[in-house]
């Protein structure tokens, strides 16, 4: 299985951006996909998750929710994070994650997923 996250860029606070992230290798359909990022000298933070087949299920954390909007398109085996209003503090690292077995409820535990990107960089300047 292979992720590849891209999309990243400098945008001024306030401003949009759409990272993708493109999976193969994999039965994509059935896999949760999710969002972390990473800033300078923090851990590694959820940012959003979405449910395979047959569940229903999308989690954002509190910080990014109603700016940031998770979403996939099964037939072209992406996944898309739409960031609006963006602040200083989103500045990260953005990492593509997924796996087919993630435990419900447990979407923003970086353990549940197997598989990750390479990390794409935003940078949001104020």
């Known amino acids: 299985v292979q992720l590849q996250a891209f999309g990243g860029g400098l945008v001024q606070a306030g401003g949009s951006l759409r990272l993708s992230c493109a999976a193969s290798?994999?039965?994509?359909?059935?896999?949760?996909m999710a969002w972390f990022r990473q800033g300078p000298g923090k851990e590694r933070e959820f940012v959003a998750a979405?449910?395979?087949?047959?569940?229903?299920?999308?989690r954002y954390s509190d910080s990014v929710k109603g700016r940031f909007t998770i979403s996939r398109d099964n037939s072209k085996n992406t996944v898309f994070l739409q960031m609006n209003s963006l602040k200083p503090e989103d500045a990260a690292v953005y990492y593509c994650?997924?796996?087919?077995?993630?435990?419900?409820?447990?979407?923003?535990?970086?353990?549940?997923?197997?598989?990750w990107g390479q990390g794409t960089q935003v940078t949001v300047s104020s």
């Open positions: 979405i449910s395979g087949l047959g569940r229903s299920a999308i």
């Open positions: 290798g994999c039965s994509f359909s059935r896999y949760t």
């Open positions: 994650a997924g796996d087919r077995n993630v435990i419900v409820g447990q979407f923003s535990t970086p353990d549940q997923y197997d598989y």
